[in-house]
């Protein structure tokens, strides 16, 4: 599993921006449309950051860009503080000129008896876009990749699911609370990650060096779902050197 250390993640998120500019760049050359898998999270805030300054100071376009977002809470109402649709308004797509008929994010205000669907729909949609082009990921300290919390199967799709006792303290800052952390998420699963035709995982900070080195060293299983990438020969591992201090 090819793992690139930077010295710093400031650094780390130019060098993800460029490559994400570049399959723009691309595809536009092409006539054809990006799509783009996205996280929400600290883990690419400058990645997005660089991307509005590659928009506003170099005339990067996202008018040929389709966007897919991993995974949005539920119940989550789309215009709450917290919600992953305000993540991505206020790092991203308020700032380019993308046409927010192209954005997808997981809707988690969908009622309970409709998920099911609402699911099988969102990833139909990424195939009837023939996949994604380039897909992001953060990891969790529970190893999980989108929400995709130990146990999810190496298959699995688009499903609503049950979040990690870690995972929702780590977001009780953002919800001034754990009692308030929805219980739930509606994710992109293992197998819809797995089909992106580049998948790049970003860590940074010695907070996740324990978890990069089960994800990259350890043995593959569903306890640590990133252990999964490592039967991929499309992903890559982008790390600062805090993130890459345990690595053997
Ligand atoms: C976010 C997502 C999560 C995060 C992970 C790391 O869309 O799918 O897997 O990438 O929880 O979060 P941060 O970046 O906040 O450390």
Redesign the pocket.
């Known amino acids: 599993l090819p793992v690139t250390v930077f010295a710093n993640q400031v650094e780390a998120s130019k060098a993800v921006a460029r490559r994400i500019a570049d399959v723009i760049l691309a595809k536009q050359q092409k006539g054809e449309q990006a799509v783009l898998g ?7 805030i400058q990645v997005y950051q660089e991307l509005v300054r590659l928009h506003r100071e170099e005339g990067l376009s996202f008018k040929n860009v389709v966007t897919f ?3 949005e809470y539920y119940p989550m109402q789309p215009d709450a503080e917290q919600s ?1 649709v305000s993540f991505m308004n206020g790092h991203l797509f308020d700032h380019v000129d993308i046409d927010k008929a192209n954005v997808n994010i997981p809707d988690g205000a969908i009622s309970r008896d409709k998920v099911e669907a609402y699911c099988l729909a969102y990833e139909q949609k990424i195939n009837a876009y023939k996949g994604l082009d380039i897909q992001l ?5 529970t190893g ?5 919390e130990p146990g999810s199967a190496p298959n699995s799709g688009t499903r609503l699911v049950t979040l990690n006792d870690l ?1 929702r303290s ?1 977001a009780a800052r953002d919800f001034g609370g754990k009692e308030n952390v929805p219980t739930k998420a509606i ?1 992109m699963g293992v197998g819809t990650i797995f089909k992106a035709r580049e998948i790049i995982l ?2 940074w900070n010695t ?2 060096a324990s978890i990069i080195k089960k994800a990259v060293e350890g043995e593959i299983s569903s306890d640590v779902p990133a252990t999964f990438l490592q039967l991929s020969d499309h992903v890559e591992f982008i790390v600062d050197q805090g993130a890459a201090s345990d690595l053997t």
């Open positions: 996205l996280a929400t999270g600290v883990t690419p977002n991993l995974d992953y990921l953060g990891i969790g300290r999980h990749i989108g929400f995709n995972t780590d994710t970003m860590a907070k996740k």
